[in-house]
């Protein structure tokens, strides 16, 4: 079982919790073409290495947060509240300092 530290709670198990994508994309403005909002809407990253997800506290506080986690081994980097900046410790893989 993964232990998932909800910034506003401190650490519970992944069963109060649910997965709510990558983190920090921005949606589109309204004049966006219709090749650009498929985009949006099912394109992403798909990194193998560190991501920045977005969670929320499902059956705890209800609260949304971002986390930053590896995908090559499921074992969590960060965990960060939202609107703050992806840590600089952990840059995606391939970015240089």
């Known amino acids: 079982m993964l232990l998932i530290e909800c910034p ?7 069963i109060e919790f649910s997965y709510g994508g990558e983190a920090h994309i921005d949606r589109p403005g309204p004049e966006v073409s219709e090749e650009e909002w498929a985009s949006f809407l099912y394109l992403r990253e798909n990194t193998k290495g560190v991501l920045a997800e977005r969670w929320r506290h499902a059956h705890g506080c209800g609260r949304f947060f971002n986390a930053l986690r590896d995908t090559r081994t499921d074992e969590f980097k960060a ?3 939202m609107g703050e900046k992806r ?5 995606k893989e391939g970015e240089g300092a």
């Open 8 to 14: 506003y709670c401190g650490p519970r198990a992944e």
């Open 79 to 81: 965990f960060y509240e």
């Open 87 to 91: 840590p600089d410790a952990e840059k």
